[in-house]
């Protein structure tokens, strides 16, 4: 099941995945006030709100960011869509 972790303190950069590391399927950024960044992976080792955590995108994409990290905002399991064959 998916997981939408929402991020406090984000950073992206770029660098090697190092060990530990949780894979990112996909990352979000949300100009808003406040600005909003947000990771969805497939992980069940996402730790509890108030914890430390760091992604790595589960695919290099010559983006010029390859991890993410942050303060665990809060977490929240992502229902599946509507696509083809749900509904």
């Known amino acids: 099941m998916t997981q939408?972790?929402?991020?406090?303190?984000?950073?992206?950069?770029?660098?090697?995945?190092?060990?530990?590391?949780?894979?990112?399927e996909r990352v979000f950024i949300h100009a808003s006030h406040p600005p909003?960044?947000?990771v969805?992976?497939?992980?069940h080792?996402?730790?509890?709100?108030?914890r430390a955590v760091a992604f790595a995108l589960a695919r290099p994409m010559g983006l010029?960011?390859?991890?993410?990290?942050?303060t665990v905002e809060r977490k929240l399991a992502k229902?599946?869509?509507r696509g083809a064959?749900?509904?």
Request: charged share 25%; no cysteine.
């Open 4 to 24: 939408r972790v929402y991020l406090a303190a984000a950073r992206l950069s770029d660098g090697p995945p190092r060990p530990g590391d949780l894979p990112a």
């Open 36 to 38: 909003e960044v947000w």
């Open 40 to 43: 969805e992976t497939e992980s």
């Open 45 to 50: 080792a996402v730790p509890e709100p108030g």
């Open 64 to 70: 010029g960011v390859e991890r993410i990290t942050g």
């Open 79 to 81: 229902r599946a869509g």
């Open 85 to 87: 064959g749900n509904g």
